[in-house]
T-cell receptor
Framework: KQEVTQIPAALSVPEGENLVLNCSFTDSAIYNLQWFRQDPGKGLTSLLL?????REQTSGRLNASLDKSSGRSTLYIAASQPGDSATYLCAVPSTGANSKLTFGKGITLSVRP | GAGVSQTPSNKVTEKGKYVELRCDPI?????LYWYRQSLGQGPEFLIY????????DSGLPNDRFFAVRPEGSVSTLKIQRTERGDSAVYLC???????????FGNGTRLTVT
């Protein structure tokens, strides 16, 4: 059974810092990995989707990397801003079924002005 | 264009009652998913539709839960004989095809008293 872990559960940084959010998964036979952002009381917004054949994806100040062999992904946020404050979740398709995602519990990020 | 719409946004019901939660996916998206999210947790998969049929309902916790998508667009999640443990945010997501980013609605917060 696929398990996804995100540590730490919460992170607080001053504005302007570059930061890395970690995600680990137990089964490396994945089709893709997605990073999502969730604001309080809202649904999830897909930030980046990395296919299993890719090593990384970039969108603006965000860069996500994927290392299948070690079961790890990182989300790099450059020059953090208070508007980046949210919960960040990673998710992978469950083993044998790329139709349903297994999510981590998320990392709640607070960027202080 | 319009995103995924979920109604109602909040639902309070008494233990033992029946509830229906509605999801309007993005037009043209053939894949539709229901997830459930408890406080401090990542979303947990409930059921996945491809078109009108339930391709994977392995996440439904018991036979009190049922979902339909009769015309391949709007979906309704139905919960019979609600229990306090059913209280959570129920999220709907859609995508144009498998292995594509998911687009989530803002969810329905269900409270069973």
């Amino acid at each position: 059974k696929q398990e996804v872990t995100q540590i730490p559960a919460a992170l607080s940084v001053p504005e302007g810092e570059n930061l890395v959010l970690n995600c680990s998964f137990t089964d490396s036979a994945i089709y893709n990995l997605q990073w999502f952002r969730q604001d309080p009381g809202k649904g999830l917004t897909s930030l980046l989707l990395i296919q299993s054949s890719q090593r990384e994806q970039t969108s603006g100040r965000l860069n996500a990397s994927l290392d299948k062999s070690s079961g790890r992904s990182t989300l790099y946020i450059a020059a953090s801003q208070p508007g980046d404050s949210a919960t960040y979740l990673c998710a992978v398709p469950s083993t044998g079924a790329n139709s349903k995602l297994t999510f981590g519990k998320g990392i709640t990020l607070s960027v202080r002005p | 264009g319009a995103g995924v719409s979920q109604t109602p946004s909040n639902k309070v019901t008494e233990k033992g009652k029946y509830v229906e939660l509605r999801c309007d996916p993005i037009s043209g998206h053939t894949a539709l998913y229901w997830y459930r999210q408890s406080l401090g947790q990542g979303p947990e998969f409930l059921i996945y539709f491809q078109g009108t049929g339930a391709a994977d309902d392995s996440g439904l916790p018991n036979d009190r839960f049922f979902a339909v998508r009769p015309e391949g667009s709007v979906s309704t999640l139905k919960i019979q004989r609600t229990e306090r443990g059913d209280s959570a945010v129920y999220l709907c997501a859609s995508s144009p095809q498998r292995n594509s980013p998911l687009h989530f609605g803002n969810g329905t917060r269900l409270t069973v008293t």
